[in-house]
């Protein structure tokens, strides 16, 4: 198991500095499903991953919950 270093910016290139949560998804090189979960804040996280070299990863966060 090796640990991915994951930094999560906005749109004008920075850090995402507001309090968020993150549905981070790492698919393996195999196109299995390793990772699912939601990280609350930001800044260097190390998400444990099967394989970091042949990993993809998808971070998504839900805009305007308030509008929902």
């Known amino acids: 198991m090796s640990k991915l ?4 910016y ?4 920075q850090l995402f ?3 968020a949560k993150f ?6 090189g195999n196109y ?4 699912r979960n939601y990280y609350s804040s930001n800044g ?3 998400v444990d991953s ?5 990993s993809a990863v998808l971070v998504w966060m839900r805009a ?3 509008l929902v």
């Open 5 to 8: 270093r994951l930094r999560i």
């Open 10 to 13: 906005d749109g004008s290139r």
């Open 17 to 19: 500095a507001a309090p």
């Open 23 to 28: 549905l981070v998804t790492i698919t393996d």
């Open 32 to 35: 299995t499903q390793r990772v």
């Open 44 to 46: 260097d996280r190390a």
């Open 50 to 54: 099967p394989d970091a070299d042949a």
């Open 64 to 66: 305007l919950d308030e």
